[in-house]
């Protein structure tokens, strides 16, 4: 693939937030330092591109995007800032006007001329568009020393490719797409958006947690994968799938976890809970575990509502923490759908927000920054959301031909949770895999539900999850 890099600026606040801001990285937030920037992929398909000129494109599409970002910029304000420390080790994210180190967002601009929106779809891993996406195996700590959001944007053949990589340590994926949807919004001729940001972090949890983390002395060392500082290279041969299911697939998924009646008086399965229980139970299946292995599944929970007082929707940062749980291999084999659902729900009902505090609490007193992988032997995990209403960033030309995780943060098991295009209750899958794995998953037909599903697997990614 022949990319060349047109440009690359930075992108302010218009109208600049006056003084210096900072915000404490709170107990929420800390955990994802040693993870990788988060990544997302959209791609919009333009009819006429070949007919644009490049003054054009450059008028209509990228003038048009940079002017909405520092717009947009005036409210998430954050986002145009970096990390920082004290001499304690307490991170902040810190925004100054007159800051002459960080200048706001990064924006590159590229042209893939000879690709087509059909060459990016073809397949189903991440390898066709890595070179699309920033920061590739970029650590959120060097956000101490890099932006905190880097977009790059693409013109391909028919279409446009655009990469973004959020410092997961500033937000999660409820504020991903709350930014996204409102510089669309902004995009689209708004004067201001919708929904404003809760921008204040001390309201979830204040607290000063030092930690002694120094980010690698080479601002480029972690590209290659080899630093000390980057977590362990993923196992080899591991494949990544999109699994679509459709509006009838993830209902009759539910129902089939539904039809036991639990004896124990719990509520019924959520969508979630029945659809996550269907993945774990098959993939463990198709992984040949022993009856005595365990098998963790692990979920990126939104905690918003959880914690006492609730937070509002608009919150800016992280306010998700994993929740772990697990069985035997054999258990799961041996019952139906319900069982594994049943677990996952017992998990998820626990999880409320003396638990939050407590792990919270627990955290703080000795503090322990996991590596994106850490979720638990033979696991399943799950990040990103159904309720993200991906296929509606419009920028005012049409809405994505699709949506993404990019490459970072994945290892065997990890999963993402997509919108389906196809609307409705649709979930679209991303899954990470051993090769040997994935093959049996593909050929079984109770995981497939039914040929519908069959054909519509693609073809052609920590969050926090509504659970």
Sequence with gaps: MKIKIMSKTHVKPTKPVLGKKQFLLTTFDLPYLAFYYNQKFLLYKFENLLDLEEATFTNDVVEKLKDGLGLVLE??????????????????????????????????????????????????????????????????????????????????????????AFNHAVLDGTATWHFMSSWAEI?????????????????????????????????????????????AAEPAKLVEKIFRFSDSAVRTIKSRANSVIPSDGSKPFSTFQSLTSHIWRHVTLARGLKPEEITVFTVFADCRRRVDPPMPEEYFGNLIQAIFTGTAAGLLAAHGPEFGASVIQKAVVAHDASAIDARNDEWEKSPKIFQFKDAGVNCVAVGSSPRFKVYEVDFGWGKPETVRSGSNNRFNGMMYLYQGKAGGISIDVEITLEASVMEKLEKSKEFLLSEELSNSIGNGNGNGVAV
Aim: overall charge negative.
């Design 75 to 164: 409210d998430f304000y954050q986002l145009a800032g970096k990390l920082a420390k004290d001499d304690e080790g307490v991170f902040r994210v810190e925004y100054d006007a007159d800051d002459t180190e960080i200048n706001g967002v990064e924006f590159s601009v590229a042209h893939a001329d000879e690709v087509t929106i059909d060459d990016l779809t073809a397949e189903d891993g991440t390898a066709m568009f890595k070179d699309l996406v920033p920061y590739n195996a970029i650590l959120n700590l060097e956000g101490l020393s890099r932006p905190l959001l880097s977009v790059q944007v693409t013109k391909l053949k028919d279409g446009i490719a655009m990469g973004l």
């Design 187 to 231: 995009c689209r001729g708004a004067q201001s958006i919708s929904t404003q940001p809760f921008l204040d972090r001390a309201k979830a949890r204040n607290t000063r947690v030092k930690l002694d983390l120094t980010a690698p002395k080479d601002p480029n060392a972690t590209s290659n994968g080899d630093d000390a500082a980057t977590p």
